[in-house]
């Protein structure tokens, strides 16, 4: 039998203390049988194949999809940063991909990983001191690891290899060079595997949490109606762009037919997520009644609905956050010596576009709330209700697109004059923070005289409140986390995938459509979508056609996984990336020194960065490497 390196499992470990990830191997060198001998040493094996997918899939650095789309903007100094310090993803946003060394590329490191995982399905089998019962989970849990990955492959380069078994090592290099498969069948394959393991699967509360890392039931339902809802949808289903696509054979790897039925699919697969989420006592995060108002207490719900140590009821599936992600956006606060942080940058901001995605306190896009002065929002205005104590500063000039909006923005969103909890009072120190943006004289102002290229600089005047906690002090921020996870499913996903499904498949939306889609609204704290726009809105037909639907689902999909790297896939799989990502970004004017010049006059926002840039089709997909594709004989993706 060959000799493999064990070290080789553990070429990528997080930081110490994730429990799942410590793993020291007690010599250099073992064969395969010596290791598929002991549980010990497989489940060391086991533990090792999350390591790769959460430093690659939780990561703010090395994941795109959390800064390639245009959720935010920043400084020339990030763009131009050493590459410890570089988000791959910006340079993706602005159409700098390349196949010569592609950015966040995952396609070597997954092989690596599908590999791994079939040395384990091939040989656990040997294992000698393990149950029953732990052997079938073991198995089972890393055939969806197998499906994950896969999903992961075809969301970046569509058609992609399948190995079902590992071949031996010493073959010839012509019988490694495998032909691209089409993307029908890779989702087949993709959904063979995950219904081969449902049966033995724990739910979440059958978990130690020692395994909260691991794949439950509600996570693997949850994502079989994932991969079929991006089967079904415009990317894959009918996509015209690449009918011409084909292997070196002529064998078709996308159809030009589109295919209904899939959608129906993808909502009986929703659906059955949501039921099994529902037995296993899955719910969305609510309830927090402790807060002075209604909105804190809003706030504060929307909050902890993307917060968890392994602990939320919300998450569906979840890895440790594996680097400091938040130097980035928290804030610097060089004028407040009580609040400042060194180590912080402070220069990833969330785009002027998101800040005005959000809705307003009905419920409603901003262009489509009647009793909203859409025509005025960047005019200067006052708010006096007690209800947005503590949000933002009351009798105060503050600009009016930051009044009467939904608790999400507040939740998520900090600018001028808006409040930020930054840490727990005191007797003696307040940390709800009034953000206070203007040039010179305020905290939260530059301290340059125009927007350089070699500091760190908010350039918009924008701060994301999300990936924060509030209870943490800005101040020492590191110091008080303890273990923090980032999601990769919620169980709100599971609610728009059903509603996003059955209002693809039904002629008409019905209660299959607004149900779901109103469980996510009611926490967020705004009225049901048919309330809402028959009530409140100047097109309140809107809400009774598919079309219309579609629009409402798509902006609350954007809203509610605002920043999580949802965005990235999602106006790729709906085709809407060369429509929305070669827009210019725009922003306040941080070198106002008042509250006039600091908004421009009132004349609207001013461009802060232009170089976005998506090619179509071309952009869609990822390009496989160059010298892969020398050396695999496959076909490259169209345009590279």
Not at 381 to 398: K, Q
């Amino acid at each position: 039998m060959k000799k493999y390196l064990l070290s080789i499992l553990c070429t990528i470990l997080l930081l110490s203390g994730c429990n799942y990830l410590d793993m020291v191997p007690e010599k250099d060198i073992e064969t395969i049988e010596s290791i598929f001998e002991q549980k010990t040493k497989v489940e060391q094996w086991w533990k090792a194949l999350y390591s790769d997918l959460n430093i690659l899939f939780a990561s703010f650095k090395t994941n795109n999809a959390y800064t390639g789309a245009d959720e935010f903007v920043t400084c020339q100094a990030l763009y131009n940063a050493a590459s410890y310090l570089a988000l791959d993803g910006l340079k993706v946003a602005n159409g700098q991909q390349m196949s010569q060394d592609p950015y966040g590329t995952i396609w070597n490191q997954m092989y690596i990983v599908i590999r791994r995982c079939n040395i384990l399905l091939e040989n656990i089998d040997k294992t000698y001191n393990i149950s029953e019962e732990d052997r079938e989970w073991w198995r089972a849990d890393t055939k969806v690891l197998k499906a994950f990955i896969y999903f992961e492959l075809i969301r970046h380069y569509g058609p992609i290899c399948l190995v079902p078994q590992n071949m031996p090592v010493d073959l010839d290099v012509k019988h490694y060079q495998l032909p691209r498969q089409p993307v029908d069948t890779c989702f087949k394959e993709v959904i063979r595997l995950l219904d081969e393991a449902k049966d033995h699967i724990p739910t979440y509360n059958q978990r130690s949490e020692v395994y909260g890392h691991t794949f439950c039931l509600e996570a693997l339902y949850a994502l079989k109606a994932k991969v079929l809802l991006y089967a079904a949808s415009p990317l894959f289903n009918g996509n015209a762009f690449y009918s011409d696509f084909k292997n070196k054979n002529g064998e078709p790897l996308f159809s030009a037919t589109y295919d209904r039925n899939k959608w129906l699919l993808a909502a009986e697969a929703a659906d059955k997520a949501a039921e099994i989420c529902a037995e296993g006592g899955k719910s969305l995060y609510s309830g927090q009644t402790s807060k002075k108002t209604k909105l804190l207490n809003t706030m504060s719900d929307i909050e902890a609905s993307v917060y968890s140590r392994f602990n939320n009821q919300e998450f569906l599936l979840e890895w440790k956050y594996p680097d400091q992600f938040y130097m980035y956006i928290l804030p610097r606060l060089i004028g407040d010596p009580v609040n400042y942080e060194s180590s912080a940058m402070g220069c990833l901001s969330p785009s002027m576009k998101m800040v005005e995605m959000y809705y307003t306190v009905n419920g409603l896009p901003i262009e489509s709330d009647m009793t909203w002065n859409y025509s005025n929002r960047y005019k200067l205005g006052f708010e006096s209700s007690r209800a947005y104590e503590d949000v933002v500063a009351l009798n105060s000039t503050i600009v009016n697109l930051h009044l009467a909006r939904e608790p999400r923005f507040y939740a998520c969103i900090a600018g001028d004059r808006m409040y930020w909890q930054r840490g727990t009072n005191t007797g003696n120190v307040d940390f709800n923070l009034l953000v206070e943006a203007h040039k010179d004289e305020e905290p939260w102002g530059t301290q340059a005289d125009f927007l350089v290229s070699n500091d760190w600089q908010n350039i918009n005047g924008y701060w994301l409140k999300k990936h924060l906690f509030s209870w943490l002090a800005t101040q020492n921020y590191a110091g008080g986390l303890q273990n923090e996870s980032a999601p990769i499913i919620r169980l709100a996903e599971v609610y728009l995938m059903q509603a996003e499904a059955w209002n693809e498949y039904l002629e008409q939306p019905d209660n299959r459509v607004y149900d779901p889609l109103d469980k996510v609204r009611e926490r967020a704290g705004i009225l049901p979508v048919r309330e809402a726009w028959r009530t409140y809105s100047n097109n309140p037909a809107k809400v009774d056609s598919k079309v219309g639907m579609r629009d409402i689902i798509h902006q609350e999909y954007n809203i509610e996984f605002a920043f999580e790297g949802h965005r990235y896939w999602n106006i790729r799989r709906w085709l809407k990336a060369q429509q929305v990502m070669n827009e210019k970004q725009y922003g306040w004017n941080i070198l106002g020194t008042s509250a006039q010049t600091f908004y421009n006059n009132e004349e609207g926002p001013i461009v802060v960065w232009s170089k976005n840039k998506f090619v179509a089709p071309r952009d869609y997909f990822d390009p496989l490497n160059a010298e892969e594709i020398l050396i695999s004989g496959m076909v490259q993706n169209p345009g590279w």
